[in-house]
């Protein structure tokens, strides 16, 4: 269900918030539907418990998910005002970011690429999106 990159330098405990919040914002993890518990999951992944506990706990502070004490933790309704601000918020972020990589160089075609790259990740494509990019007019 989670697949984590012990190789890789994002920490664990972010790597599993941002498994679940793609699984709740694609719809895998359904509303109300509960999670595996702390223990299971964290034998499930290998990790320590903590670890899990603190993605949990990230993910409750987010309104991703809801704990009910002694049942465990829960998928919570996405709520529509907050997808709306974090959007506002990653939006804000996302032209910080193509700004100064337009500064350091960025050109269009390549910005294209990496838009359609990300298309396909999402979608589980594997196949490179450059010549879908090179194809759409820019």
Do not use: C, H, W
């Amino acid at each position: 269900m989670f697949q984590l990159d012990i190789r890789s330098r994002k920490p664990l405990y972010e790597q599993l918030v941002d498994r679940i919040k793609e699984m709740v914002i694609t719809n895998v993890l359904k509303q109300d539907e509960q999670l595996p518990s702390v223990r299971v999951l964290s034998s499930e992944l290998t990790v320590n418990p903590n670890t899990v506990q603190r993605a949990y706990r990230e993910l409750e502070q987010q309104g991703y998910i809801y704990s009910v004490k002694g049942k465990g933790n829960f998928v919570a309704a996405i709520n529509e005002s907050n997808v709306k601000e974090q959007l506002n918020d990653l939006l804000a972020e996302i032209q910080k970011l193509v700004a100064e990589a337009i500064f350091l160089g960025l050109t269009k075609e390549e910005l294209v690429k990496i838009y359609y790259d990300a298309i396909n990740r999402e979608k589980g494509e594997t196949a490179d999106a450059s010549s879908k990019a090179d194809n759409e007019e820019v």
